[in-house]
C-alpha cells in the first residue's frame, strides 16, 4: 500500500516560459516559479503534515521549489534520483518548435507527451514507469514529493492503477500540488 503523498511539480523555469526541453539538464525558477513555489509553500502550510517526510529530484529547479514551498515545514530534505525528469536524450536543451517531427504541435504541455517517448536517445516511458514503480515500492511513510511534469504524471498513474497510454488524461501545470490517499487524487489550491 502507498502511504499519503503529496506531489508538488517544480515552478516554471526561465526554460519552461521558452518551451524548451530540459529533460536531465536544468535552467533556473523564473519570476513566476518562484512565486509558484511560495503559493505551494502556503497551501502546504494549512495541510497537517506530521509524520510526512520530504523528498525532491536531484535537479536544481526542484531543490529551488522546495527550498522555497518547504521553507520551515521540514528539517531536512532528501534527494532521490529516481524523482528525476524523464531523459530526452539528443533533444535536451532545444526548443519544442526547432525539432523536425512529423505534425504540428501547440506549445501546450498535453501536446509535446509525445515528445517524451520519441526523443532519440531518450529514457522512454517504460523506463521511466520501472524507475517511478521502484521508488514508490520502497515508500513506507507518507511523504512531500517535489519532482517535474512527466515524472509527477507516471508517479500519478502507478498510484491511480492506469495504463502508460493513459498518461495524457492526468492534468499537469506548473507549480501544482497532487494529494494521494487511497487510490484518490485530488489537486489542491488556496483554501482547498
Known sequence: ???PLYILRHGQTEWNAEHRIQGSLDSPLSEMGRAQAAAQGRILQTRDLG????????QGRCFQTAAIALDGLFDRIDTDARLAEI??????????????????MDESEESALDLYERAPGGEGFAALHA?????LSGLTEPAVLV???ITSRMLRLIILDMDVTEIGMLPGGQGVIYHLENG???QL????
Open 1 to 3: 500500500m502507498i502511504p
Open 51 to 58: 509524520g510526512y517526510r520530504a523528498l525532491c529530484s536531484p
Open 87 to 104: 531523459g530526452v536524450g539528443a533533444w535536451e536543451g532545444l526548443r519544442r518548435d526547432d525539432l523536425v517531427i512529423d505534425r504540428v
Open 131 to 135: 524507475r517511478c514503480r521502484d521508488f
Open 147 to 149: 519532482t517535474h511534469g
Open 184 to 186: 484518490q487524487m485530488q
Open 189 to 192: 489550491t488556496i483554501g482547498a
